[in-house]
Each structure stands twice: as C-alpha cells, then as structure tokens.
C-alpha cells in the first residue's frame, strides 16, 4: 500500500463535497467521463453493462460506480483512500467497494471483468508500465478499458508529473501524488503495446466557456 498517497488523497477526499443528489436531467445515478457536470459521452462508452462484471479503479466517493450497479452490473469499486471509501460505502451502502490500490486488487483478484474503467482515477496516477498489464489480464477476452483525465497540461512535459492536490487548509504544505501524463496519440501506442485493440485516444472538447477538454482512452482485449 503507498501510505504518502493514501495519506494525500484522504486529505484531499474529505474536503470535497459529495456529488449532487440529482443531475439536470432528474437523474439519481450516472456517469461522468468529464470534469464538468452533464457533459460528454456516458456509460454507452464501457458497452452494454447489464449482467457483466465491472470494475471501476480509483472510484472515489463512488458516483460513477453507483451508475454501473444501477445499469445492472455486477460493479467493483477499488480505491487507495479509507476516507473515499468510507464515503461511497455510507452513501450508497449496497456498492462493493475494496479499500486498496488498483495494482494490489488486480494482481490478487481471480475475477475477470468484461468493462473496467477509471474516471480522473488510478489509470492516472498509477505507472501505467505497471497498471495496464494487469488491467489486460483480468479482463475478458473482448471486455473493454476506458479511462478519463486531464490532457497534459504543458506542451512537452510528459510521462511522470508532480501532481498538486489543492489543500483544504489555508497555508498548509502543498501534497503530492504521482501522475501519468501522454498526449492522445502516444497513450495509442502505448495501449496497442500492452496488446489492446481497437485503440482510441481523443480529446473532449470542454463545455462553452471552459478551456480544458478531457482526454479519454479506450482499448479491448482481443477476443
Ligand atoms: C480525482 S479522484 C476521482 C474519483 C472518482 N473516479 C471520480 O470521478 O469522482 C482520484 C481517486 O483515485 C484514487 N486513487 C489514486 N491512486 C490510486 C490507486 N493507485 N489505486 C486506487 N485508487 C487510487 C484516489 O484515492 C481518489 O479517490
């Protein structure tokens, strides 16, 4: 367990607010790709969820793992945080949610998944030479990977990146996490090494009057 980022991410966790009880469309559960509210594409992306196994890594207070199990997945939630855990297990008690890291839940779980995802989660912040191997192990021959961040944020820094968490308390020590930053057609290439298939990698484009798109990469286990 990497205790300096669990650390952090509890921090980080308990100062943010929970996600709001309905969307814009009178929604209770749904799926968020993006950092902006009622925007981009939805669980469409990840296929038809009813029935299969899914798994959502770094799931955090568990909004978008809520909409997998009410689309009528058998859904897995994995995150590093007790803090984020706790959260999604008292909002939506039904959810099965492992207080772990994803790399530690991949390697020692028998299940295989025919979706996982991760939404700005552990396919960011996790060594992605280390997390897509076991990503691709366990899932399904034809199961589909998604996952959602932020594009690099500068022209030329790319690979590991500091990543700021902003502090809750006014004045306190900065905290760090580890991210994984690529420009779309490198995670491509990165992805079709790892032996995934049907490779995508684009930019959503933001909302009217936002600057920052969201980067989305979507890979399948070849059958
Ligand atoms: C920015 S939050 C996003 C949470 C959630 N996916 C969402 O969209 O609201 C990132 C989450 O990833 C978790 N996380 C970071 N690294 C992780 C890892 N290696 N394994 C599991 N969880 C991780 C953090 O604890 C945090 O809850």
């Not at 669980?43 to 793992?65: H, Q």
């Not at 299940?111 to 939404?119: D, G, H, K, N």
Request: net charge negative; proline share 8%.
């Amino acid at each position: 367990m990497r205790e300096q980022d669990a650390s952090a991410w509890d921090v980080w966790g308990a100062a943010r607010q929970g996600r709001k009880e309905t969307n814009s469309a009178g929604a209770t559960t749904w799926f968020n790709w993006t950092q902006w509210p009622d925007h981009g594409p939805d669980a469409n992306v990840l296929g038809n969820l009813s029935g299969i196994r899914a798994l959502d890594l770094g799931c955090g207070s568990g909004g978008n793992l809520a909409h997998l199990a009410a689309l009528g997945a058998q859904a897995i939630g994995v995150d590093i945080s007790p803090v984020q855990v706790a959260k999604a297990r008292e909002r939506w008690p039904h959810l099965d949610v492992r207080q772990k890291t994803a790399e530690e839940f991949l390697a020692d779980t028998a299940y295989e998944f025919e979706a996982v995802c991760s939404v700005f989660g552990a396919a960011w912040f996790t060594d992605p030479a280390e997390l897509l191997p076991l990503v691709h192990e366990r899932l399904a021959p034809g199961g589909v990977y998604a996952f959602s961040h932020n594009p690099p944020a500068l022209e030329g820094c790319y690979g590991p990146q500091a990543s700021q968490l902003p502090s809750p308390e006014k004045g306190a020590e900065p905290l760090y996490v580890k991210r994984w930053d690529y420009r779309p057609d490198r995670w491509t290439e990165i992805l079709q090494r790892a032996g995934f298939t049907e490779v995508t990698a684009e930019v959503i484009p933001p909302p009217d009057g936002r600057r920052t798109g969201t980067l989305l990469v979507r890979g399948v286990r070849a059958s």
